[in-house]
């Protein structure tokens, strides 16, 4: 157990729909990053946060946004939701704002039908 | 743009034998790299990470080789045992992944 919790494991929803993914850090992590692992793709980064303000930006699509909130937990939101948008979104935290080594939660799996 | 390229999608190996694990990148300016390792229904844990002042890390029967003038990193795994089979990612800097390499070490 890596001390990151992501909610939901799972989800399934309908294009043009909006969601929300919950990330947890383990306790004492400041930086909070957001993976999408598509089929048979690595994982893309696509965003950092570090006590409450944003890092470093990857290949974040303008449909997708995130934020820390003081008690350290983190929200991606994912809207207009379209069929390439399936794929499994891991949280990662660490301690400091370049922590290299990350700990990452178990994922959940967006379906979008 | 895939900064991090793992080639070989799969490998399968003997226990007992040597795993090789391969990775290459682009960015020259790269100075930090770690492995880490993925079960199925669990997220990736950090494995052996390297810097570039050093060309080779040791932890047990882990072992990463980095040689920055070929921009190429390998993750060797001796003995090679069951309980390595899984999906390994090559990171840069802890924000570049690779595809991954899934190892099957078989009995």
């Known amino acids: 157990d890596s001390g990151v919790t992501q909610t939901p494991k799972h989800l399934i929803t309908a294009t043009g729909q909006r969601v929300t993914l919950r990330c947890s850090p383990r306790?004492?992590?400041?930086?909070v990053y957001w993976y999408q692992q598509s089929l048979d793709q690595g994982l893309q980064f696509l965003i950092q946060?570090?006590?409450?303000?944003?890092?470093a930006k990857g290949n974040i699509l303008e449909r997708f946004s995130a934020q820390q909130f003081p008690d350290l937990h983190s929200e991606l939101n994912l809207s207009s939701l379209e069929l390439g948008d399936s794929a499994l979104y891991f949280c990662?935290?660490?301690?400091?704002?370049?922590?290299?080594?990350?700990?990452f939660g178990p994922g959940t799996r967006l379906t979008v039908t | 743009d895939q900064q991090v390229k793992q080639n070989s999608p799969s490998l399968s190996v003997q226990e007992g034998r040597i795993s090789i694990l391969n990775c290459d990148y682009t960015?020259?300016?790269?100075?930090?790299f770690l492995w880490y390792k993925k079960y199925p229904a669990e997220g990736p844990t950090f494995l052996i990470s390297?810097?570039?002042?050093?060309d080779k890390n040791e932890d047990g029967r882990f072992t990463v080789f980095l040689n920055k003038s070929a921009k190429h990193l390998s993750l060797h795994i001796v003995p090679s045992q069951p309980g390595d089979s899984a999906v390994y990612f090559c990171?840069?800097?802890?924000?570049?992944f690779g595809t991954g390499t899934r190892l099957t070490v078989i009995p």
């Open positions: 990662a935290s660490s301690v400091g704002a370049t922590g290299y080594e990350q700990y």
């Open positions: 306790s004492g992590d400041l930086s």
């Open positions: 946060y570090y006590n409450g303000e944003e890092r």
């Open positions: 960015n020259s300016m790269f100075d930090y």
């Open positions: 390297i810097s570039s002042i050093k």
């Open positions: 990171a840069a800097k802890g924000l570049f």
